[in-house]
Nanobody, 117 residues
Framework: QVQLVESGGGLVQAGGSLRLSCAASGSISFNAMGWYRQAPGKQHELVATITSEGSTNYGDSVKGRFTVSSDNAENTVYLQMNSLKPEDTAVYYC????????????WGQGTQVTVSS
């Protein structure tokens, strides 16, 4: 069974930066990996995704500030978050899927990101 383990969350002041990492265990190739987030009282929200070919997709609220990247050989995905805002405060979840079409089948446990004003 695949496990996704996130790291890199924490507390940062507005305007600061954080880098999240997510490593997948097991010898499996994913079609795509990415990040979602959920703030208290809000819906699950797309942050950024990246395919094995390197195509990226970003949520509107993070475009221009966040960058997603991956190391396919290591089954690891990263999220560089710059110019953080208090509204970026949320639990960030790593996700992965094996096939281009279909659900995100694997999820991490989540890592808290808190941005103070």
């Amino acid at each position: 069974q695949v496990q996704l383990v996130e790291s890199g969350g924490g507390l940062v002041q507005a305007g600061g930066s954080l880098r999240l990492s997510c490593a997948a265990s097991g010898s499996i190739s994913f079609n795509a990996m990415g990040w979602y987030r959920q703030a208290p009282g809000k819906q699950h929200e797309l942050v950024a995704t990246i395919t094995s070919e390197g195509s990226t997709n970003y949520g509107d609220s993070v475009k221009g500030r966040f960058t997603v990247s991956s190391d396919n050989a290591e089954n690891t995905v990263y999220l560089q978050m710059n110019s953080l805002k208090p509204e970026d405060t949320a639990v960030y979840y790593c996700a992965a899927k094996k096939y281009r079409i279909g659900p995100w089948g694997s999820w991490g446990q989540g890592t808290q990101v808190t941005v103070s004003s």
